[in-house]
């Protein structure tokens, strides 16, 4: 099991960043959240098997190609979560 915190800069606010990420999720056997953050980024905090967590961020940044400018990706400590949600 691993778990991954990544950050998404870009035009990635207002254009259905967190509800694709959501429906993306269901595809995977992952957990984890997504949320807005105050800065204009995106947060995104999945685990799983870590073939299926890669899998999953490369699933997203495929859909989200040409709004994602940049992104920064750290390894956390495993969390307790179930499912895969939107934050606020």
């Known amino acids: 099991m691993i778990c991954k915190r990544v950050c998404y800069a870009g035009r990635v606010q207002g254009v259905g960043f967190r509800y694709t990420a959501q429906r993306v999720a269901q595809k995977f056997p992952v957990s984890g959240f997504v949320r807005n953050l105050s800065d204009g980024r995106v947060e995104l905090v999945a685990q799983g098997a870590g073939e299926d967590v890669d899998r999953f961020l490369a699933a997203?940044?495929?859909?989200m190609t040409g709004y994602i400018e940049s992104q920064t990706v750290q390894t956390e400590t495993i969390q307790t979560l179930e499912g895969f949600g939107i934050r606020h």
Do not use: E, G, K, L
């Open 60 to 63: 997203v940044d495929s859909a």
